[in-house]
Nanobody, 115 residues
Framework: QVQLVESGGGLVQPGGSLRLSCAKS????????MGWYRQAPGKQRELVAR???????NYASSVKGRFTISRDNAKNTVDLQMNSLKPEDTAVYYC?????????WGRGTQVTVSS
């Protein structure tokens, strides 16, 4: 069984910052990718950022230059530093971990950007 525990969401004003963290525990397997997705009300879940095993991060164009993803392979954690937040970043953010055979999701953490 795999558990992904997210933390760090909350309410922030436009232009502010938040840091999301995700820790994986449970069944051990070779991780192919770790990352973050988000889903806003009435919209489909979308990729925000992820790092695959080559270590190169991929970002959605809407967050490039504002968000930074980092991964600690020894601790099985993945963090998302979010700066210059905008109201359109408001969503539930989900941690994602993928092997070559399966993908796992956290329960999500709410990020609300509002004045």
């Amino acid at each position: 069984q795999v558990q992904l525990v997210e933390s760090g969401g909350g309410l922030v004003q436009p232009g502010g910052s938040l840091r999301l963290s995700c820790a994986k525990s449970g069944t051990t397997f070779t991780i192919y990718a770790m990352g973050w997705y988000r889903q806003a009300p009435g919209k489909q879940r979308e990729l925000v950022a992820r790092i695959i095993n080559d270590g190169i991060p991929n970002y959605a164009s809407s967050v490039k230059g504002r968000f930074t993803i980092s991964r600690d392979n020894a601790k099985n954690t993945v963090d998302l530093q979010m700066n210059s937040l905008k109201p359109e970043d408001t969503a539930v953010y989900y941690c994602n971990v993928a092997s070559n055979f399966a993908t796992y999701w956290g329960r999500g953490t709410q990020v609300t950007v509002s004045s």
